[in-house]
């Protein structure tokens, strides 16, 4: 019983982290643990029916332990579903229709527009940390931030290179993979989108904007859900058609 309240509580802990990377490290590491506890599990149902249908003094004590345990689990279950933990292409297009399609835009050109010729900028906020710029001021910097913030992104990738394609607007990073917006400057062609959407790691939302994910280094280089998300637009645009 011990053995698993004390499992239970780390993993409330490292859901709880705000540093991503290191809760998904911390988690992982959990999930291999389990594999050892697993035995215990039975143990711990056993003792959660018997405290339930005795009611000697040491069951009744049992039975508040396992109670605890019960809401310690319910609290990890809402931490790991909290949005800054979870995305794929649906909660993307959610985020993106609308108003934040205008802001997002607005943003790049804005921050496209301050950079000196053939120079690019790439910030990243990592929760309250404000990082160093050679470009930017540091009131610049905040406004930066409140403008993302207002959005729920984390970050901004733009260039004014002459053969500039695109800005980037990060939306969320889980672990080591980032999810963001692909912002084209000029509208895609169809084949630039049926090109584009042959790439795992992308989907064309429209004639001018894609989802990207990006796995890391060692991460796997795939959109996870594309056909899902793409199955439910076909679909729901074959509907309104009709």
Same mark, same amino acid.
């Given at each position: 019983?011990?053995?698993?309240?004390?499992? %239970?509580?780390?993993?409330?802990?490292?859901?709880?982290?705000?540093?991503?990377?290191?809760?998904?490290?911390? $988690?992982?590491? %959990?999930?291999?643990?389990?594999?050892?506890?697993?035995?215990?599990?039975?143990?711990?149902?056993?003792?959660?029916?018997?405290?339930?249908?005795?009611?000697?003094?040491?069951?009744?004590?049992? !039975?508040?332990?396992?109670?605890?345990?019960?809401? $310690?689990?319910?609290?990890?279950?809402?931490? !790991?579903?909290?949005?800054?933990? *979870?995305?794929?292409?649906? /909660?993307?297009?959610?985020?993106?229709?609308?108003?934040?399609?205008?802001?997002?835009?607005?943003?790049?050109?804005?921050? &496209?527009?301050? %950079?000196?010729?053939?120079?690019?900028?790439?910030?990243?906020?990592?929760? @309250?940390?404000?990082? #160093?710029?050679?470009?930017?001021?540091?009131?610049?910097?905040?406004? %930066?931030?409140? *403008?993302? @913030?207002?959005?729920?992104? /984390?970050?901004?990738?733009?260039?004014?290179?002459?053969?500039?394609?695109?800005?980037? /607007?990060?939306? &969320?990073?889980?672990?080591?993979?980032?999810?963001?917006?692909?912002?084209?400057?000029?509208?895609?062609?169809?084949? #630039?989108?049926?090109?584009?959407?042959?790439?795992?790691?992308?989907?064309?939302?429209?004639?001018?904007?894609?989802?990207?994910?990006?796995?890391?280094?060692?991460?796997?280089?795939?959109?996870?859900?594309?056909?899902?998300?793409?199955?439910?637009?076909?679909?729901?645009?074959?509907?309104?058609?009709?």
């Amino acid at each position: 019983m011990a053995v698993v309240t004390v499992w %239970l509580l780390v993993f409330l802990i490292a859901s709880a982290d705000k540093d991503e990377f290191r809760a998904v490290g911390v $988690i992982v590491f %959990l999930f291999l643990v389990f594999l050892v506890i697993i035995p215990l599990i039975g143990f711990w149902i056993y003792s959660f029916v018997k405290a339930v249908r005795q009611h000697s003094k040491a069951d009744r004590i049992l !039975l508040w332990f396992h109670i605890a345990d019960l809401l $310690i689990l319910g609290g990890i279950v809402y931490l !790991l579903n909290r949005p800054p933990m *979870r995305c794929d292409a649906f /909660i993307m297009a959610e985020c993106y229709n609308g108003e934040p399609v205008f802001w997002m835009r607005n943003t790049v050109d804005r921050y &496209r527009n301050m %950079l000196p010729d053939s120079t690019r900028l790439v910030i990243e906020f990592d929760n @309250d940390e404000m990082p #160093q710029s050679d470009i930017l001021s540091e009131f610049e910097m905040k406004q %930066l931030k409140e *403008r993302l @913030d207002y959005l729920s992104c /984390i970050g901004i990738d733009v260039d004014n290179y002459p053969n500039s394609e695109y800005s980037t /607007i990060r939306f &969320r990073r889980i672990g080591m993979g980032m999810y963001s917006f692909r912002l084209y400057h000029h509208p895609l062609t169809r084949q #630039q989108q049926d090109s584009i959407n042959a790439n795992e790691c992308l989907i064309v939302y429209n004639d001018s904007t894609v989802f990207e994910f990006w796995g890391g280094v060692f991460g796997a280089q795939i959109f996870v859900g594309k056909d899902e998300f793409l199955k439910s637009r076909n679909k729901n645009q074959s509907n309104s058609k009709q």
